[in-house]
């Protein structure tokens, strides 16, 4: 049994933390990331919502140019994350997250010292950088390095999780928040308590591999208890991030998911919009948003079950091939009930580009560069879901109806769907004789 053992070549270590657990360690490295995604929440749209209408008031700045800021800010935030990823592979995401965590709560109480637009604009690069770019990222590293064969299910369980405490949370919380304290006084007490408990307890808990602590993935200890783990653990392949992004399954998989965020951020934006054109009024397209959350997390949990059985693909396939019916459905809701059933396919889209890019990375590419490649996949993902509502509201604006373009759109995830039917998971060329002896 060599467990692959070229992928360690960190120095082993002891933790009497690791030791001591009364579970494998693996589910507190679990809990600790999915409580960073959880508090990486003021770096989410659905968050810096809140405070949109106080930006207005207070700092003297049209929607438009709020909007401009927040777009352009998550442009640049996109393209650094790449270089974050790298950091990840080099130094690991135990001091990682201690430096971005930090890094994050130090903006947080900038945010609450903004006057301008020219420090909002600064706030938003590093509010979408550190918060929903590089946190995520270092939480998702993290939890898959410990996770091999049922790493579906646990990042099925950090999903819903995230999805409904902090995507749904933290806005609530935040809304209670601004009433008491102001929206300047928020930012600051959240980041205090990002840099005085949250980033210290996750530095405390996050360890990087179970390999430096002698421990296996998914918490095999030997062939006699699971043979078919360790074999598995052995013949992992890990890729080099030049040599995955040689692959076309890399930017295959990577189109879905960016194309997926670009064109359901541009729905989520645009709902109030796209319903009032279908006759229904605004408390309607508020309802739905409940309905996509539930089903999200739903899908997500039975998501990540089925992505430890099946091919990540055929996972993707449904999640486009649904994104198609949205699109299709979008300009043609005659009543509530087809209202919600745009709603509950639209979570079920959702909820499978998450499963599928929360495990298909290591699953095709192994662990050691884990970090680089999510990176530049996440580039792509976030650039998607910052392009995508300019250019539906221009054609809105153009065409005096999102019928078109939408039903334009829909064609593109069934192109994507045909391509990724035909999908196979990576195989690294083998060396010639010469080069291995």
């Not at 001591?20 to 809990?31: A, D, E, K, T």
């Not at 971005?100 to 909002?120: D, K, N, P, W």
Request: net charge positive; with cysteine.
């Amino acid at each position: 049994m060599k467990v692959n053992a070229e992928c360690y070549d960190k120095k082993l270590g002891s933790s009497r933390l690791v030791s001591g657990s009364p579970v494998f360690y693996g589910w507190v490295i679990v809990l600790a990331g999915t409580l960073g995604v959880v508090f990486s929440g003021p770096g989410f749209t659905s968050t810096i919502s809140v405070f949109t209408e106080h930006f207005i008031t207070d700092l003297g700045l049209s929607r438009s140019l709020i909007s401009t800021l927040y777009t352009g800010g998550t442009l640049i935030a996109s393209l650094m994350l790449p270089r974050v990823g790298r950091q990840i592979d080099r130094h690991g995401s135990r001091v990682m997250v201690g430096w971005v965590g930090s890094l994050f709560g130090l903006t947080c109480i900038y945010m609450g010292q903004v006057r301008g637009a020219a420090m909002l604009g600064i706030g938003f690069v590093a509010l979408r950088l550190l918060g929903q770019g590089s946190m995520s990222m270092v939480c998702q590293n993290v939890i898959n390095q410990w996770w091999v064969r049922r790493r579906g299910l646990v990042m099925g369980i950090s999903g819903v999780l995230s999805a409904l405490l902090g995507t749904g949370g933290v806005p609530i919380l935040f809304n209670w928040m601004i009433p008491r304290y102001g929206w300047r006084g928020t930012y600051s007490y959240v980041g205090l308590a990002l840099l005085l408990v949250l980033i210290p307890l996750l530095y405390f808990l996050f360890r990087d591999r179970p390999e430096q602590y002698h421990l296996l993935p998914d918490g095999a200890t030997s062939p006699e208890q699971d043979d078919d783990l360790i074999r598995e653990i052995d013949e992992e392949e890990n890729w080099t991030l030049q040599e995955a992004l040689r692959t076309p399954a890399f930017w295959i998989i990577s189109l879905g998911a960016g194309l997926g965020m670009m064109l359901m951020a541009a729905l989520f934006f645009h709902m109030v919009s796209l319903f009032a054109d279908n006759g229904l009024d605004a408390s309607v397209a508020a309802s739905i948003f409940l309905p996509i959350s539930l089903v999200t997390a739903a899908v997500m949990l039975i998501g990540g079950v089925l992505a430890d059985r099946i091919p990540p693909r055929i996972l993707l396939v449904v999640g486009l091939v649904t994104l198609s019916a949205v699109l299709f459905l979008g300009p043609r809701l005659p009543n509530v009930e087809m209202a919600l059933v745009f709603g509950a396919l639209l979570g079920v889209s959702s909820g499978l580009n998450r499963v599928v890019t929360s495990v298909v990375w290591a699953k095709y590419y192994g662990r050691r560069d884990l970090g680089s490649i999510l990176g530049v996949a996440s580039t792509i993902s976030v650039l998607g879901s910052a392009l995508g509502p300019m250019p539906l509201g221009i054609a809105r604006d153009l065409m005096g109806s999102y019928a078109p373009v939408l039903t334009i759109s829909a064609i593109f995830p069934l192109v994507l769907a045909v391509l990724t039917v035909f999908l196979r998971k990576p195989k690294k060329p083998t060396p010639p004789a010469f080069e291995r002896s």
